[in-house]
């Protein structure tokens, strides 16, 4: 009861920071050549309009490696597919399963990271 009250309260005072679990979301920053230094929680879309051809992430489970994801269709190697929903929140499509590493298998949809079994 109490904390609803002090929610609500909350929400009055400042509405503009309604959504402190938006921080944790992954979110989309296109950039014309691969980035040197890769932040938390950003998946960067490499290339030029119309001519994107590499995602980076750093990998959520913490283990600090940097994935990088091919995203040309017409090569061999698997493809992913980078939405920029509103916001900026990404999704990831299909699911990345690391292969070296960690082992992560994880789907980000909407900036939200799900893990997979
Ligand atoms: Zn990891």
């Not at 005072?13 to 679990?21: F, I, N, Q, R, V």
């Not at 939405?83 to 980000?108: D, E, M, Q, Y």
Request: proline share 8%; with cysteine.
């Amino acid at each position: 009861m109490m904390k609803c009250l002090l929610q609500r309260l909350f929400r009055w005072l400042w509405p503009a920071k309604a959504e402190p679990e938006n921080s944790n979301l992954f979110r989309v920053r296109r950039v014309d050549d691969e980035p040197k230094t890769i932040e938390d929680r950003l998946v960067y879309v490499v290339g030029e309009p119309g001519h994107e051809w590499e995602a980076v992430l750093r990998c959520p489970c913490g283990c600090g490696d940097v994935i990088k994801l091919n995203l040309l269709r017409f090569e061999k190697r698997p493809t992913w597919h980078v939405v920029a929903n509103p916001g900026n929140k990404a999704t990831l499509i299909p699911s990345v399963w690391r292969k070296t590493g960690c082992l992560s298998h994880f789907i980000v949809s909407w900036g939200e990271i799900r893990w997979c079994p």
